[in-house]
């Protein structure tokens, strides 16, 4: 084999990891998950790392809102039939942008905030501190649960025209895994990293 085809042999396969990288890195990922009892309630904190595509910040530039919609799963498995979800919370936050005073604008839960750049904001929509999901009255102590949650960008949240591009478009379709941890309520604080 020559020198020049085993450098564009390398070349290639150069060009093939740095593609694989940059699409790789895109998406939404749980950094950190945490329930804690206060009183007969639990409450969930949780970190996300989210990472959106060029095509998706253009988007939210030129004034196409984000929905990214979070759900809590309680779930008891069961042999003898579908399995029990005691508990199914969901969250609703909002990303926009607003050219006028060049901030974005994040909305959740009643709460409006602002961040001056799009790590900042990605940042803040990522961030879920003290959101009550389970009440003790709804757990039987003495059953095993299994405590889910994921994240992902709503598209039918999205303008008409949006959606079609989404369904051709996998850079919009951003989601993460559910992540499933083991729960007892007699248990203390339920953390995972």
């Known amino acids: 084999m020559s020198q020049g085809i085993k450098q564009l042999i390398l070349l290639c396969l150069m060009a093939l990891s740095i593609f694989s990288t940059t699409v790789s890195a895109e998406g939404i990922k749980i950094k950190s998950f945490e329930l804690e009892r206060v009183d007969n309630d639990w409450y969930l904190s949780a970190a996300f790392q989210i990472e959106l595509s060029p095509g998706l910040e253009d988007a939210v530039q030129k004034g196409v809102v984000l929905y990214f919609q979070t759900e809590f799963d309680l779930t008891r498995s069961r042999w003898y039939w579908f399995d029990e979800k005691p508990v199914l919370a969901q969250r609703q ?7 006028l005073t060049q901030q974005y604008r994040i909305a959740s839960e009643g709460f409006t905030f602002s961040a001056k750049t799009m790590s900042e904001a990605l940042q803040a929509v990522g961030s879920i501190g003290g959101w009550r999901v389970i009440d003790n009255g709804q757990l039987d102590p003495s059953k095993s649960y299994s405590a889910d949650l994921r994240m992902f960008l709503d598209l039918s949240k999205l303008p008409k025209p949006f959606q079609v591009n989404a369904l051709n478009n996998r850079d919009w379709n951003i989601s993460s895994d ?16």
């Open 93 to 99: 936050t909002r990303l926009s942008y607003q050219p």
């Open 178 to 193: 559910w992540v499933r941890v083991p729960f007892s309520s007699g248990g203390a604080n339920l953390i995972k990293r």
